[in-house]
T-cell receptor, first 113, second 115 residues
Framework: AQSVTQLDSHVSVSEGTPVLLRCNYSSSYSPSLFWYVQHPNKGLQLLLKYTSAATLVKGINGFEAEFKKSETSFHLTKPSAHMSDAAEYFCVVQSGGYNKLIFGAGTRLAVHP | ETGVTQSPTHLIKTRGQQVTLRCSSQSGHNTVSWYQQALGQGPQFIFQYYREEENGRGNFPPRFSGLQFPNYSSELNVNALELDDSALYLC??????????????FGPGTRLTVL
């Protein structure tokens, strides 16, 4: 069975400092992995996806993630946090022949001035 | 905005009642999935519809059912509501047949409260 574990439920950073949101995955075969962001009262938005091409994936709004098979990790990073980055972030693995998404529990990112 | 719309935005029901939630897919998308997001948790897959047929289901009881219409819009029906059904219900659409990794686009959700 496939699953993802987000290692931090809350992360707090100062504006302008780096962001690191951690995710480990479990999969019996090469996974498709995603990061989604959810702002209050907004739908989920895809930040980036890994689909067995380049291991370093660049997404929107300056985010990127690196797929590390040896560590079964897919951590999300951003060099410099902005106030608008404050939101809930979900690490997601795609599973099954009908492409259902399996979400982690989420990491709430707070950005302080 | 993704082009996926859901109605209503909020709903309050009492235990034992039935509810219908609606989703309008993004133009050109033929597949719709429904997810339940309980407070403080990640979304959980309920089921998926493709060409008006359910073709995948998560770990939800039969009182959760759905429909997909010829215009690819969709409904989620929940019978015999329980308190634990209180959650944000998300609809996602995609265009199946354009590769296995095509993006799912999510609507803003319907917040259901069961009293």
């Amino acid at each position: 069975a496939q699953s993802v574990t987000q290692l931090d439920s809350h992360v707090s950073v100062s504006e302008g400092t780096p962001v690191l949101l951690r995710c480990n995955y479990s999969s019996s075969y090469s996974p498709s992995l995603f990061w989604y962001v959810q702002h209050p009262n907004k739908g989920l938005q895809l930040l980036l996806k890994y689909t067995s091409a380049a291991t370093l994936v660049k997404g929107i709004n300056g985010f990127e993630a690196e797929f590390k098979k040896s560590e079964t990790s897919f951590h999300l990073t951003k060099p410099s946090a902005h106030m608008s980055d404050a939101a809930e972030y979900f690490c997601v693995v795609q599973s099954g022949g009908y492409n259902k998404l399996i979400f982690g529990a989420g990491t709430r990112l707070a950005v302080h001035p | 905005e993704t082009g996926v719309t859901q109605s209503p935005t909020h709903l309050i029901k009492t235990r034992g009642q039935q509810v219908t939630l609606r989703c309008s897919s993004q133009s050109g998308h033929n597949t719709v999935s429904w997810y339940q997001q309980a407070l403080g948790q990640g979304p959980q897959f309920i089921f998926q519809y493709y060409r008006e047929e359910e073709n995948g289901r998560g770990n939800f009881p039969p009182r959760f059912s759905g429909l997909q219409f010829p215009n690819y819009s969709s409904e989620l029906n929940v019978n015999a509501l329980e308190l634990d059904d209180s959650a944000l219900y998300l609809c996602a659409s995609r265009a199946a047949g354009q590769g296995p990794y095509n993006e799912q686009f999510f609507g803003p959700g319907t917040r259901l409260t069961v009293l």
